[in-house]
Structure formats: C-alpha cells, structure tokens
C-alpha cells in the first residue's frame, strides 16, 4: 500500500500561515489549544492532529474554524509530549517512530481531555473530529466513549482487517478519490461492513478527484481546482456535528 521510501500518506501539503485565535493549556498531563466561541455553550468538538502534531497551524485553522460555528475546540497533544513528525525527518524511521504513537492507544489522553471539557468548559454535548493519524483515532474513539455523540474521520488510514462497524454514535467517513494510501477498495470495504453490521448512522463519502488530506492541506487560493471540494468538505463536517450534537 504505501512504499518504502514514504510509508505514510502525509506530505506536509500546503502549510497555512494561520496565528491561532486560541491559547495553549495544560490538561493533566498533556498540553492542548483551545478556542471558544464568544457566546457561551455547552457544545465542544476534540480535534486531532495528523502525524504533524497538534501545533500545526492548519490543525488550528480547523479547530478556529469550529468556533465560529459555535463550538468549544480542543487540539490536544494525542503524542503526549513526544516529537511530532517533521517533513525533513527520514521517511525510512517513520514506521519505528509510528510504534510508539498508536493511535488506538489514546484512552488516558482522551479522559484527560472529556474531564476537562465538561469539569472546565461546562461542555455537555461533544463531538470528535479527526485528520489521517487523527481520523484512525476517531474510529478508535467512537467504539469506546458513548458521550461522544458525533464523529468525523477524515481520510482515516483503513486495513482490509480493520472492522470499525461497532460505532456507538454516528460517524461520518471523508475519504479522497486519488488517496495513493488508502485504495478505494479498501473504502467500499469498510462501507460494506458498516451497511451490514452498524447499528447507528453513518455516512462514507467520496471526493472526486480530491488528494490525501485535501480537507485541512490545501489553500483555496493556490488550489482553485480543489476549492469546491475543499469547502465541500469542510461545509460536510460541520454540517454533521450540527446534526447530532
């Protein structure tokens, strides 16, 4: 699936020149940013980042973009203070460098974080979206925690063996057309398992001609032929956490 020399379907992409309208906070043992809504709420969404941490800028721009439309946003550090992927770091180490950073082994994060938003933030209803690496985390998190009432994976790397159809809540699955690492078999797979064993809504959505990490990776204004698709996407996400939170 992926080759030797880029075993990971992360390319930095279009890094966005985006200062964060929020503000970096300690949460037990992990630090987050966290962006809220001038009126008050009782809705929050978790945030995860790709392999580039949760101090990317595009992540960000995503979580700021959460909160114009009315959410508490938290981007915590899912790495739990170990070193992000950097795109001068040796493709070659990237799978021992993966081992340490499962992304279906977050559940001391993710309490951290659910204690915090609702003992903190006075959050009541929550929601999970999530970016490649953070889009498999999504998955792990919407078999594990019912309070989180809506989830959105977005190009979520999926394995023939992988079976994510014991969703407790309605997921959303973004995927790219001309994803190089995530086969659309394995994409037709995935939502025939869901047609035939999930118990919850859930939607799998395909993006013509659209790229691995389309959604929080490219800029309208240097991918004009992306932009309906990029807005597309991110006018989808939001429009489901609207629906179920």
């Given at each position: 699936?992926?080759?030797?020399?880029?075993?990971?379907?992360?390319?930095?992409?279009?890094?966005?020149?985006?200062?964060?309208?929020?503000?970096?906070?300690?949460?037990?043992h992990?630090?987050?940013?966290?962006?809220k809504?001038?009126?008050?709420?009782?809705?929050?969404?978790?945030?995860?980042?790709d392999?580039?941490?949760?101090?990317?800028?595009?992540?960000?721009?995503?979580?700021?973009?959460?909160?114009?439309?009315g959410?508490?946003?938290?981007?915590?550090d899912?790495?739990?203070?170990?070193?992000?992927w950097?795109?001068?770091?040796?493709?070659?180490?990237?799978?021992?460098?993966?081992?340490?950073?499962?992304?279906?082994?977050?559940?001391?994060?993710?309490?951290?974080?659910?204690?915090?938003?609702?003992?903190?933030?006075?959050?009541?209803?929550?929601?999970v979206?999530?970016?490649?690496?953070?889009?498999?985390?999504?998955?792990?998190?919407?078999?594990?925690?019912?309070?989180?009432?809506?989830?959105?994976?977005?190009?979520?790397?999926?394995?023939?063996?992988?079976?994510?159809?014991?969703?407790?809540?309605?997921?959303?699955?973004?995927?790219?057309?001309?994803?190089?690492?995530?086969?659309?078999?394995?994409?037709?797979?995935l939502?025939?398992?869901l047609?035939?064993?999930?118990k919850?809504?859930?939607?799998?959505?395909?993006?013509?001609?659209?790229?691995?990490?389309?959604?929080?990776?490219?800029?309208?204004?240097?991918?004009?032929?992306?932009?309906?698709?990029?807005?597309?996407?991110?006018?989808?996400?939001?429009?489901?956490?609207?629906?179920?939170?």
């Open positions: 699936m992926a080759n030797e020399s880029r075993p990971c379907p992360c390319g930095i992409g279009d890094r966005f020149d985006h200062e964060g309208c929020g503000q970096e906070v300690q949460v037990e992990i630090k987050a940013y966290v962006c809504p001038p009126a008050s709420t009782d809705k929050a969404v978790i945030v995860i980042h392999i580039f941490g949760w101090q990317l800028p595009n992540t960000r721009y995503m979580a700021d973009m959460l909160t114009t439309n959410y508490i946003a938290i981007c915590p899912f790495f739990a203070g170990r070193e992000a950097k795109p001068s770091d040796d493709w070659s180490k990237f799978n021992d460098w993966l081992k340490t950073r499962d992304a279906r082994k977050i559940n001391k994060e993710a309490d951290a974080v659910l204690k915090y938003l609702k003992e903190q933030c006075g959050a009541k209803k929550l929601g979206v999530g970016f490649c690496w953070g889009g498999v985390a999504v998955h792990h998190l919407m078999m594990t925690y019912p309070e989180l009432k809506a989830g959105v994976s977005l190009y979520g790397l999926i394995k023939d063996s992988d079976d994510i159809s014991n969703l407790l809540n309605p997921t959303f699955f973004i995927f790219a057309e001309k994803d190089d690492f995530i086969p659309l078999h394995q994409v037709t797979l939502e025939q398992k047609k035939k064993n999930c919850v809504d859930f939607e799998v959505k395909i993006y013509p001609g659209q790229t691995h990490g389309f959604v929080h990776r490219r800029r309208e204004d240097i991918n004009p032929q992306d932009k309906p698709y990029i807005e597309e996407g991110r006018k989808d996400m939001i429009n489901w956490l609207n629906k179920y939170i």
